[in-house]
C-alpha cells in the first residue's frame, strides 16, 4: 500500500510538471532502449518503510548481495509525462558468509521510471519503481532465521519483488561525455511475501531487504 501511494504521487507530479501540449518531438531512433545494470549491497535487518524513511542498519551478519540486470524500454514517455516504463529480467547471486552455500536469485518484473525534476537541465536525475517475481534457488538464511526459526512460518522460494531506486546521470555529475549515458545511484532490493495474503507465495508474511548501489548504462 505505501510504494502504490508513492507510484501514484509520482503520476501526480508527472502530470502536474509537464505539458503534453508543449512536449518536443522525439527522434524515435536516438531512444535508447537496452539498459544493463550492475548492482551490490547488503542485508538490513529493517521493515521497508523504516528504510524509506532513513531509518536502517546493515545487518551484523554481513550477507549480500552482487547482480546483472538487463531491461527493455517498452514505453517512451508515458502519455507524455517524463516517465518511461521497461520490462527486465536479473540474476543475482547471494553470498551467505558461511551461514549456508552461496546461492542465485531470478526476477523477472516491470520497472518505471520517473525523470521530471526541476533540475533535469543540469543534472539528469531518475526516481524508479519496479514490481515483480523472484526466485531463489535456496531461501535465504536471514528469510529462514526471522520466518521459520523465530516465528515458526512457512517459506517459499517464489516471492514478490520490489525494486526502489535513485540515481544521477554520470556525464552530467562529473562533467565527463562518456558517462552520459551511465547512471550511479542507490536503491532497496525487496523480496516479501506480500504480508501473507497470496497462495501464490505459500501466504509467506515477511522477506527482507537489501540496500545496494548500483551503475546502470543505456545503449
Known amino acids: 500500500m505505501f510504494l502504490r501511494v508513492i507510484l501514484i ?3 501526480m507530479l508527472a502530470y502536474q ?62 502519455f507524455d509525462w517524463p516517465l518511461d516504463v521497461t520490462g527486465k529480467v536479473g540474476v543475482i547471486r547471494h553470498f551467505e558468509r558461511g551461514w549456508q552455500d552461496d546461492f ?29 517475481l523472484s526466485y531463489v534457488e535456496k531461501i535465504p538464511y536471514i528469510e529462514y532465521e526471522s520466518l521459520v526459526r523465530d516465528r515458526q512460518k512457512e517459506t517459499s522460494r517464489l516471492l514478490n519483488h520490489l525494486d526502489l531506486t535513485v540515481d544521477v546521470n554520470v556525464g552530467d555529475l562529473f562533467n565527463w561525455q562518456a558517462g552520459k549515458s551511465c547512471y550511479f545511484g542507490t536503491g532497496i532490493y525487496h523480496r516479501s511475501g506480500v504480508f501473507g495474503k497470496l ?11 537489501y540496500l545496494t548501489l548500483h551503475l546502470e548504462c543505456l545503449r
Open 104 to 132: 542465485n536469485q531470478y526476477t523477472l518484473g516491470i520497472k518505471a521510471y520517473y525523470s521530471g525534476f526541476p533540475w533535469q537541465s543540469r543534472l539528469r536525475t531518475r526516481l524508479g519503481l519496479a514490481q515483480g
Open 17 to 78: 510538471t509537464t505539458n503534453a501540449n508543449d512536449a518536443p518531438a522525439v527522434n524515435q531512433d536516438e531512444i535508447k532502449r537496452h539498459y544493463y545494470r550492475i548492482l551490490a549491497g547488503y542485508f538490513i535487518d529493517t521493515k521497508l518503510t523504516e528504510i524509506l524513511a532513513g531509518d536502517f542498519e546493515i545487518d551484523d551478519r554481513r550477507t549480500g548481495i552482487v547482480g546483472f540486470e538487463y531491461s527493455y524500454l517498452l514505453w517512451n514517455s508515458v
Open 9 to 11: 504521487g509520482v503520476l
Open 199 to 209: 497462495a501464490l507465495f505459500n501466504h509467506v508474511d515477511g522477506g527482507s531487504n
